[in-house]
C-alpha cells in the first residue's frame, strides 16, 4: 500500500508541474527580439479585443486588459463589420538596435499601431488603403512600421487597431532591420523576374495575335494582364505604384479585377478550347459566372462592397471548379492542347499548397518558398502561351495536311493536276525571272487501259503505285513527279537543259517502267509488263513560258507513240510538222 501511494504521489506531483508549465508557457506571451533571416511571425503572441461599436481609444483598450483574449494561431478573422485591436508584447535586448513590424496584407482599410513611450503614453502611426500610399509610415507594399521603443532591455506592450471591410487577417511579423534589408532585395528581385517574364508574354503575344487577327490571343492577353494584376494587388504593388492616390479605386479593385479577370479566363478558355463543340453543355454555366461577375462589379460599385467582395470570392470558387472541369473533359475526348492547358490551371494551386504548407509549418520559410504562388502564376501563364504555340502549330499542320491532300493524288502520293499547276506557276514567277532552264518529260504507259480493263482497277492501283515509286527512284530530290491523269506521269527537273542528259534519263525512266511489277493474282504468273512513251522538252530551247513547254512535251510523247512506242522523243528533234524525221532510231 506505501509503495502504491508513493506511486500515486509521485504522478500527481508531476502531473501538477506539467500544468505550471503549461499554465507558466501560456502566460509567457512576449516575443524575445532577436535576428531571423524570415523575421519573427507574432502568433502564439497575440492577444485579441473585440470593439463592436468601434469607439475605443487606445488608452482605453490598454485600461481593459482583462477582456483580451490569447490567440493561439494566426489571426484571421474572417469577413467583419467589427474593430479589433492586437496587443503583443516583445523583450528587446539591450543591444542597440532598429526593428521593424510589417503587416503583410496589405488589403486592410484601417490600420492602427499604438507604441509606449518612456513617459508612459502612446505614439501612434497609421496606415490602410483608405489613406494615400505616400502618408504610410515607409513606403513598402506592405503595412510596415518602424518600432519606435524605449532604448535598453526592456519588455513593451504594443496595441494595433484594425478595421476593413475586406477579409480580416493579421499575420504579424517582426523583423530586424538589416535582415528585412536583405530580404527586400531578394524579393525585389524576383518580383522583377516576375513582372518582367509575364510583361515580356503579354507583348509577345499581342504582337503575334495582331499578325495574326487570331481573338484567341487578345483573350490570351486579357486573361494575363488581369492575372497580372491580381498578383500585383495581393502582393500590395497596385496601390504602390499605379494608383497610390486613388484610396477609392485602392479599395474598389478587391472587387474589380477578380472579376474582370474570372470573366477574361472564362472569354479566354472558351476560345482555346473551342468548347461550344467539345463540351457544349458547360457553356452555360460559364457564361452565367459572366453576367454574375458583371452584376457584382456593379454590386460594389453602387455601395454594398462588404458583400460584393464576399460574393466574388464565391464566384472565384465555382469558376476554378468549372474551368477545371471543363479542361478535364476537353483531355478525355483528346483535344491535346487541353492536357497542357490543365496543367496551367493546376500550378497556381500547387503554389497555394506550398504557402499554406508553409503557414501550417511543415515547410521552412524561404525567400523562394514566400513568392511560389506568383513563381506559379508565371508558370501558368507561361503554359498557357506554349499551350497556344502548340495549337496554332496543330492548325497549322491540319492546314497543310488538307492542303497536301488537295495537291496531290491520294493514290501514288504524287502531285496532281492542282499541284502541278502551283508548281509549274511558281517557277513561271520566279525561275523565269533568274533565267533558270527547265526539262519537262511527258510519260505515257502502253496498254494501261487494256489491262485495267483485263484484271481491274485493283491490279492497276497497284501499277500505278509500283511505277509512282519507281519513277521517284529515278530523279533527284530537287524535281517533281506529277499525276495529272490516270496513266499519265509528268516530270519536272529544273536546272536541265542538255539534250544528252535528257534522254539518258528518259532512256532509264522507260527501263525501269518495263521490269516485271508484281500484283499478285488474278493475273497469271503473279505479274505484269508494260511499256512506256516518254516526250522531252527544253526551257529555253523548245519553249520560252512553262505552258509552251508542256505543250511540247505533250506532242513529243504522242510522236513517240506514233513511231512506235516504248521509246522518247525530244521535241527539239521533231520537224515543223510535229513529226520526226525518218532517222528516229527505234528501240
Not at 532598429?98 to 509606449?116: A, C, G
Request: charged share 15%; net charge neutral; with cysteine.
Amino acid at each position: 500500500m506505501g509503495t502504491t501511494d508513493s506511486r500515486r504521489g509521485i504522478f500527481v506531483t508531476l502531473l501538477l508541474a506539467l500544468c505550471c508549465l503549461f499554465a507558466a508557457t501560456a502566460a509567457r506571451a512576449d516575443l524575445a527580439l532577436e535576428y531571423a533571416p524570415h523575421g519573427q511571425s507574432l502568433i502564439g503572441h497575440v492577444s485579441v479585443l473585440v470593439d463592436p461599436t468601434g469607439r475605443l481609444s487606445a488608452q482605453e483598450a490598454r485600461a481593459q486588459s482583462e477582456r483580451f483574449t490569447p490567440l493561439t494561431s494566426s489571426a484571421s478573422f474572417g469577413y467583419s463589420s467589427d474593430v479589433y485591436w492586437l496587443r503583443f508584447t516583445l523583450t528587446q535586448d539591450s543591444l542597440p538596435r532598429s526593428w521593424l513590424l510589417e503587416l503583410p496584407y496589405p488589403y486592410l482599410d484601417d490600420v492602427r499601431l499604438y507604441t509606449p513611450r518612456s513617459d508612459g503614453s502612446m505614439s501612434e502611426q497609421r496606415a490602410g488603403d483608405h489613406m494615400p500610399f505616400a502618408s504610410w509610415p515607409l513606403p513598402y507594399r506592405n503595412f510596415l512600421f518602424p518600432l519606435t521603443l524605449p532604448p535598453g532591455h526592456g519588455t513593451h506592450t504594443l496595441y494595433l487597431r484594425v478595421a476593413t471591410g475586406d477579409s480580416l487577417s493579421v499575420p504579424l511579423v517582426v523583423w530586424e532591420e538589416e535582415a528585412f534589408q536583405l530580404y527586400a532585395r531578394e524579393e525585389a528581385l524576383l518580383f522583377g523576374l516576375y513582372y518582367g517574364l509575364m510583361l515580356a508574354m503579354l507583348f509577345y503575344n499581342a504582337f503575334v495575335g495582331t499578325l495574326l487577327r487570331d481573338r484567341t490571343f487578345y483573350y490570351y492577353v486579357a486573361c494575363s494582364f488581369f492575372a497580372l494584376l491580381i498578383v500585383a494587388e495581393l502582393n500590395g504593388h497596385t496601390l504602390q505604384y499605379l494608383w497610390p492616390n486613388f484610396p477609392w479605386l485602392a479599395d474598389q479593385q478587391h472587387n474589380l479585377i477578380p472579376c474582370i479577370y474570372v470573366t477574361s479566363l472564362v472569354l479566354w478558355q472558351q476560345a482555346f478550347l473551342n468548347l461550344r463543340q467539345t463540351v457544349p453543355w458547360i457553356v452555360r454555366p460559364l457564361l452565367a459566372i459572366i453576367a454574375a461577375a458583371i452584376a457584382l462589379i456593379l454590386f460594389s460599385l453602387i455601395g454594398f462592397y462588404g458583400l460584393g467582395n464576399q460574393l466574388t470570392m464565391y464566384l472565384a470558387a465555382i469558376t476554378i471548379v468549372l474551368t477545371l472541369l471543363a479542361s478535364i473533359f476537353c483531355v478525355a475526348r483528346g483535344h491535346r492542347p487541353a492536357r497542357i492547358f490543365l496543367l496551367a490551371q493546376l500550378t497556381p494551386m500547387a503554389g497555394s499548397f506550398l504557402l499554406v504548407m508553409r503557414n501550417l509549418g511543415y515547410m521552412t520559410p524561404s525567400t523562394l518558398l514566400n513568392h511560389s504562388f506568383q513563381l506559379a502564376t508565371s508558370l501558368e501563364m507561361l503554359l498557357f502561351s506554349i499551350a497556344l504555340a502548340y495549337r496554332i502549330y496543330l492548325l497549322r499542320r491540319e492546314r497543310h495536311a488538307a492542303l497536301d491532300l488537295a495537291l496531290h493524288d491520294p493514290l501514288t502520293g504524287l502531285l496532281n493536276r492542282h499541284g502541278l499547276e502551283r508548281r509549274l506557276a511558281r517557277f513561271s514567277h520566279a525561275g523565269q525571272r533568274r533565267n533558270e532552264e527547265l526539262t519537262l518529260m511527258v510519260l505515257d504507259l502502253d496498254g494501261f487501259k487494256q489491262l485495267n480493263d483485263r484484271y481491274g482497277h485493283k491490279t492497276g492501283d497497284l501499277v500505278l503505285r509500283e511505277v509512282a515509286r519507281r519513277l521517284k527512284a529515278c530523279i533527284r530530290t530537287t524535281d517533281f513527279i506529277a499525276r495529272p491523269g490516270n496513266d499519265e506521269f509528268i516530270i519536272g527537273l529544273p536546272g536541265m537543259f542538255s539534250h544528252s542528259d535528257g534522254a539518258q534519263l528518259a532512256d532509264k525512266l522507260i527501263d525501269q517502267v518495263a521490269l516485271p511489277i508484281p500484283v499478285g493474282s488474278p493475273v497469271p504468273g503473279g505479274t505484269v509488263q508494260l511499256t512506256a512513251s516518254v516526250g522531252v522538252a527544253f526551257m529555253p530551247g523548245d519553249a520560252d513560258q512553262v505552258e509552251g513547254l508542256l505543250e511540247q512535251a505533250d506532242l513529243a510523247m504522242y510522236v513517240a507513240k506514233s513511231e512506235g512506242r516504248n521509246r522518247y522523243e525530244l521535241a527539239a528533234a521533231m520537224g515543223e510538222e510535229g513529226y520526226r524525221p525518218p532517222a528516229w532510231q527505234a528501240r
